[in-house]
């Protein structure tokens, strides 16, 4: 196991006033922001992680059925009341988030994605030293990005049951996803940069802010996004982790 600090991140190109401690933890790469030491009782004082690693999913069948299967979504639901502040629009697969999970598709490979999901959770819990909840519930949905657009700065939720969410990368050339500073979240663009790979999954506090680069490619980006909840709420749409 090994540990870097980045002082205010300048080999990342970002300055956020704070430390970036990088570690590599066997399959896993964690990173960890932190603030400088509070020399006021009114400074900003964060420490939040998150989380990267890579699981050998059949990403092409995925994309395929992501595909076949946008349409039919969007004809048969009507958008939700926001597009999840995505920017993506009110005709977009990700506005349909909140009435189809792809953990409960009965196919081979969802079924393997949820079982790598839980797999994670499981691992970044243990990394961070907390005791598993075993009432944890998911939910997951896939956006489709084509050429020109990008995900706005957004959160998923910073209620008092708030977890983690992540998201997986199914089909992603020349993209990154941006995760912000809380502190810093209203300037667009500003963040962590961590360039998209095929099979890579992430995990971070839902309450984080964070974004995308432009999709500059022909090809549709694909990605599977997630959130964990410890939320009790009688919702078919929420299955357990």
Known sequence: MSSIDYLNYKKHQVSCGGHLY???????????????????????????????????????????????????IIDRYPPADDDGYTGLGMDSLTSRYPYFNLLGWNHPTCK???????????????IMGIGCDPNLKVRCWANVMRKGQKIKTHYHSTHPLTYLSGHFCVQCYNSSTIYSNPYRSIVEDD???????????????????????????????????????????????????
């Open 191 to 241: 963040g962590f940069y961590i360039k998209n790979h095929e099979n890579q999954m992430t995990l971070f506090p839902s309450w984080l802010p964070h974004s995308t680069t432009k999709h500059i490619e022909n090809s549709e980006r694909i990605t599977i996004a997630f959130d964990i909840t410890k939320s009790n709420e009688d919702n078919p749409n929420l299955i357990p982790l």
């Open 22 to 72: 990088i570690t590599n933890i066997g399959d896993y790469k964690l990173h960890h922001f932190k603030s400088l030491d509070p020399q006021s009782p009114f400074a900003a004082n964060w420490s939040y992680h998150i989380c990267t690693t890579k699981f050998e999913l059949n990403v092409l069948e995925l994309s395929k059925l992501i595909l076949d299967n946008e349409k039919i």
């Open 112 to 126: 393997q994605l949820h079982q790598k999901i839980s797999q994670f959770h499981d691992e970044y819990i243990n």
